[in-house]
């Protein structure tokens, strides 16, 4: 397996990653299982392995803190913090009061007195991001963190955070963890170069576009109660016409696959491992056949000839679905951010509630 430095911490990472996301009831619940393919894994030559406190809620951090124990030190671990843990509004995001009492959590169901990369999974428009780098920054100078990073963060929140941290005097993020694949590859053209830039790491998630990229599924015969497909059904309601697309584009990707003497879930996966930028490639194996399967192709590197017929077939910078996006930005997701009118319906409401108080005010006083 190769191996690669991560930005420029100086740690030395697998080339694959091994993502734990299926590690619990979202994937599986076989402790046994999750410990072999951990151990299988290692010996292929993976000592980077990824999780999140929300997977699973928890159960794959526990999952994998039994699978490493005896093994710990011998691992890179990363975990991520911010997606609703449950629905209390305090649960979640990237405030003080979330991240010290969470990484303790994370903590206890690693099984280890310290994480190598603790990285915010998605940004919190509601959180000071000085807010977030102080106590991140703590935690690093308190021995239970290593390394900070972030996850699907747009590059300008990215650039923010650097800043923020050389003039706060705070940790900085050493790694970011996009999305990345045939079918998402819009952070060629910011994500990947600012993180050069700034001397970051990057360790991709979903090479394999959501299992689009397995093969599984095609025009005449897409595949039935898969785990994924019971799990988030919209991502491949085959009415839709990005998904339309997708069918139509595998099998033009499958063609030249096939044309180089190697499986489209293998290209796929090479493809993202081959941009400069690129430190590591998550994968995230649900059974034991799935990683060796995953592993047969860990040492296929893609020549220019097919690069560039991936080009020609997705052009570089192109998303085909905004399902592979990872994140939408509020301004996206809530009209009202986008609308004139409603900012001046709050203005005007906040406005009646202020003359309100003053004419309470005034009131009071005169009693």
Same mark, same amino acid.
């Given at each position: 397996?190769?191996?690669?430095?991560l930005?420029?911490?100086?740690?030395?990472?697998?080339?694959?990653?091994?993502?734990?996301?299926?590690f619990?009831?979202?994937?599986?619940?076989?402790?046994?299982?999750?410990?072999?393919?951990?151990?299988?894994?290692?010996?292929a030559?993976?000592?980077?392995?990824?999780?999140s406190?929300?997977?699973?809620?928890?159960?794959?951090?526990?999952l994998?803190?039994?699978a490493?124990?005896?093994?710990?030190?011998?691992?890179?671990?990363?975990?991520?913090?911010?997606?609703p843990?449950?629905?209390?509004l305090?649960?979640?995001?990237s405030?003080?009061?979330?991240?010290?009492?969470e990484?303790?959590?994370?903590?206890?169901?690693l099984?280890?007195?310290?994480?190598?990369?603790y990285?915010?999974h998605?940004?919190?428009?509601?959180?000071?991001?000085?807010?977030?780098?102080?106590?991140?920054?703590?935690?690093?100078?308190a021995?239970?963190v290593?390394?900070?990073?972030s996850?699907?963060?747009?590059?300008?929140?990215?650039?923010?955070?650097?800043w923020v941290?050389?003039?706060r005097?705070?940790?900085?993020?050493?790694?970011?963890q996009?999305p990345?694949?045939?079918?998402?590859?819009?952070?060629?053209a910011?994500?990947?170069?600012?993180?050069?830039?700034?001397?970051?790491?990057?360790v991709?998630?979903?090479p394999?576009?959501?299992?689009?990229?397995?093969?599984?599924?095609r025009r005449?015969?897409?595949?039935?109660?898969t785990?994924?497909?019971?799990?988030?059904? #919209?991502?491949?309601?085959? @009415?839709?016409?990005d998904?339309q !697309?997708?069918?139509?584009?595998? $099998?033009? =990707?499958? *063609?030249? +696959?096939?044309?180089?003497?190697?499986?489209?879930?293998?290209?796929a996966?090479?493809?993202t491992?081959? #941009?400069?930028?690129v430190? @590591?490639?998550?994968?995230g194996? !649900?059974?034991?056949d799935?990683? $060796?399967? =995953?592993? *047969?192709g +860990?040492?296929?590197?893609?020549?220019?000839?097919?690069l560039?017929?991936?080009?020609?077939?997705?052009?570089?910078?192109?998303?085909? @679905?905004?399902?592979?996006?990872?994140?939408?930005?509020?301004e996206?997701a809530d009209k009202?951010?986008?609308?004139?009118?409603?900012?001046?319906?709050?203005?005007?409401?906040?406005?009646?509630?202020l003359?309100?108080i003053?004419?309470?005010?005034?009131?009071?006083?005169?009693d």
């Amino acid at each position: 397996m190769e191996m690669r430095v991560l930005g420029r911490t100086g740690v030395s990472v697998s080339k694959l990653c091994f993502g734990a996301g299926m590690f619990g009831y979202f994937g599986n619940e076989d402790a046994a299982e999750c410990a072999r393919m951990v151990d299988r894994a290692i010996d292929a030559g993976i000592n980077y392995f990824d999780t999140s406190d929300v997977y699973s809620h928890g159960e794959s951090e526990t999952l994998l803190g039994k699978a490493l124990k005896g093994k710990r030190d011998e691992v890179v671990l990363a975990t991520k913090f911010s997606l609703p843990m449950t629905d209390d509004l305090n649960q979640r995001g990237s405030s003080r009061r979330w991240i010290v009492r969470e990484v303790e959590a994370s903590l206890k169901r690693l099984d280890t007195d310290y994480i190598d990369l603790y990285q915010v999974h998605r940004p919190d428009a509601s959180t000071d991001i000085d807010e977030t780098l102080g106590a991140l920054s703590d935690l690093v100078r308190a021995g239970k963190v290593r390394m900070l990073g972030s996850s699907t963060f747009p590059a300008e929140q990215i650039v923010e955070a650097q800043w923020v941290a050389q003039r706060r005097g705070r940790e900085r993020f050493r790694v970011e963890q996009p999305p990345y694949s045939i079918f998402a590859r819009r952070i060629e053209a910011d994500i990947l170069p600012t993180c050069q830039r700034y001397g970051m790491g990057v360790v991709v998630w979903s090479p394999l576009s959501q299992g689009w990229l397995t093969g599984k599924w095609r025009r005449d015969a897409p595949p039935n109660d898969t785990n994924r497909q019971n799990l988030q059904p #919209h991502l491949y309601d085959m @009415s839709r016409p990005d998904n339309q !697309r997708k069918l139509d584009l595998i $099998e033009q =990707l499958d *063609a030249v +696959a096939s044309e180089a003497g190697i499986s489209l879930m293998h290209m796929a996966i090479a493809f993202t491992c081959a #941009h400069p930028a690129v430190t @590591s490639a998550i994968i995230g194996p !649900r059974t034991f056949d799935q990683l $060796e399967g =995953l592993l *047969a192709g +860990a040492e296929v590197e893609l020549g220019d000839d097919v690069l560039d017929a991936i080009d020609a077939i997705v052009p570089p910078g192109v998303t085909v @679905s905004r399902d592979d996006d990872g994140y939408v930005a509020p301004e996206i997701a809530d009209k009202t951010l986008r609308r004139r009118q409603a900012h001046r319906e709050l203005h005007e409401s906040a406005r009646e509630t202020l003359q309100n108080i003053e004419a309470y005010r005034a009131q009071k006083g005169k009693d």
